[in-house]
């Protein structure tokens, strides 16, 4: 069914650059955004446009790791039905010390894309900003953890397992043009939290390729993500602690 061609497996690759940013997209100019328009011309929020952004705030958290899922099942199907399934989506094993550093790593690459961050305030001397965690949905709850570790797995399968796999196994490029491009497109995934959570999201890619074609198991770069969003769920539960904490001090005041 499939010509014996490149044009094929680049298809594939390209169709899965940022699944999910139709899901963010789609909720940023959805009825809460109309609703949050309405109220920063003067109308006082009502019960129907805090339903909507409930709604909202329900397809960011569910609909980010659902489009990843259906994106990356579909482009896995694609790629056995036509024979290049590479070898990088079939390695697992790994020992404990290579787990137990993949952690120590991914909990690293926290305060590695916070440093990026910070540089650009650095410079225009605005000073050292809070450590804080970007969301654009919902309460930090139970739903929201596992939105993000479902995405982490997903988004290691895709782009470290397909993407490396393909293009050096199948493709032939260097590792380091693979590892790269894998990065690259794993970065544009975070386009909209704009164009420093690229550059942040490159950084932590290129650690999470080279942990896969060093150690040559996809449950290295895996676990390291899965700590990395671990961390970041803390951070957000903690953040969102102190949200209300704050809001019940100004109330009482």
Not at 129 to 134: E, K, W
Not at 166 to 177: D, G, T, W
């Amino acid at each position: 069914m499939w010509s014996h061609t490149r044009s094929l497996e680049l298809l594939v690759l390209v169709a899965t650059v940022a699944p999910a940013e139709l899901i963010r997209v789609a909720t940023a100019f959805g009825p809460a955004a109309r609703a949050g328009a309405s109220t920063g011309a003067g109308v006082g929020p009502g019960a129907g446009a805090g339903a909507d952004r409930g709604r909202a705030a329900r397809w960011g958290t569910l609909g980010a790791p659902a489009a990843y899922l259906a994106v990356t099942a579909l482009a896995v199907a694609v790629a056995a039905d036509g024979g290049f399934v590479p070898d990088t989506l079939t390695g697992w094993r790994a020992g404990a010390p290579w787990l137990a550093a993949a952690v120590v790593v991914g909990v690293a690459l926290v305060g590695a894309e916070f440093a990026v961050g910070a540089v650009p305030r650095l410079l225009d001397g605005t000073g050292l900003p809070r450590l804080a965690v970007h969301r654009g949905a919902g309460p930090a709850g139970g739903g929201y953890a596992a939105a993000v570790l479902v995405t982490a797995a997903v988004e290691e399968v895709l782009y470290r397992g397909l993407w490396i796999g393909v293009l050096h196994e199948r493709l032939r490029l260097p590792v380091a043009v693979a590892v790269g491009a894998a990065a690259v497109a794993y970065a544009v995934g975070h386009l909209f939290f704009g164009g420093l959570a690229v550059v942040q999201k490159a950084v932590s890619g290129t650690v999470f390729g080279l942990l896969a074609v060093v150690s040559g198991s996809l449950a290295v770069p895996l676990a390291a993500h899965l700590a990395q969003n671990g961390a970041v769920v803390a951070l957000a539960l903690r953040q969102e602690r102190g949200g209300r904490a704050t809001g019940r001090r100004a109330a009482a005041g």
